[in-house]
């Protein structure tokens, strides 16, 4: 065997070497996608956990939530900061899932339930109330997008729930 040929056979196991690094990185990568799609989903439950406890276990607050997104004008002003804190919590919430979405870690079935939660809740007084406080604090993609399903005059139109997507809000934007 001349020198040339274990140059050759060198050339040859490095890339292969290169080629197993490569197909074990892209299984990483995969598991570890895998394993933040299914943290989403926990973390989706826990909040609605914590954001729905306190409606759950106290016919105040039940109450409280009711009547401002109904009539959130007929709170008194405590009462309608306790609202607005409240629906920013959801918001927030709101934000992070866009930003999972844009990042292809939420799948289409849950951001479908996600669009549905959003243009129903989208339509209470103190959600738009809410949004008008807490509007400048977030990008301009996510305004964007949020102003579709907190526009008064679309949510009462009932936007199809299919029509949103942050990739399109986001070339909108550029």
Same mark, same amino acid.
Request: no cysteine.
């Given at each position: *065997? &001349? =020198? /040339? +040929? =274990?140059?050759?056979?060198?050339?040859?196991? /490095?890339? =292969?070497?290169v080629m197993i690094t490569l197909i074990y990185l892209a299984i990483q990568m995969r598991q570890n996608t895998s394993a933040l799609k299914n943290g989403q989903t926990q973390q989706f439950q826990e909040l609605n956990h914590d954001v729905l406890a306190p409606l759950i276990n106290s016919r !105040?607050?039940?109450?409280?939530?009711?009547?401002g997104g109904q009539e959130f004008s007929s709170l008194?002003?405590? !009462? $309608? &900061?306790? #609202?607005?804190?409240?629906e920013w919590r959801v918001i927030s919430a709101w934000n992070h899932y866009y930003h #999972?979405?844009? $990042?292809?870690?939420i799948d +289409?079935?849950?951001?479908?339930?996600l669009l549905f939660i959003f243009q129903t809740v989208g339509t209470r007084q103190s959600m738009q109330e809410a949004w008008r406080v807490w509007r400048g604090a977030y990008l301009p993609g996510f305004k964007?997008? #949020? !102003? &579709?399903? =907190? +526009?008064? *005059?679309r949510t009462a139109g009932a936007m199809p729930? /299919? /029509?949103?997507?942050? $990739?399109?809000? +986001? $070339?909108s934007s550029s």
């Open positions: *065997m &001349q =020198l /040339s +040929d =274990l140059g050759a056979l060198g050339e040859f196991i /490095s890339a =292969l070497v !105040d607050v039940a109450e409280m939530w009711v009547k008194d002003v405590i !009462d $309608q &900061q306790r #609202m607005v804190f409240f #999972m979405r844009q $990042q292809n870690l +289409d079935h849950f951001w479908r339930e964007e997008f #949020m !102003d &579709q399903y =907190l +526009d008064p *005059m729930v /299919s /029509s949103a997507s942050p $990739q399109k809000a +986001d $070339q």
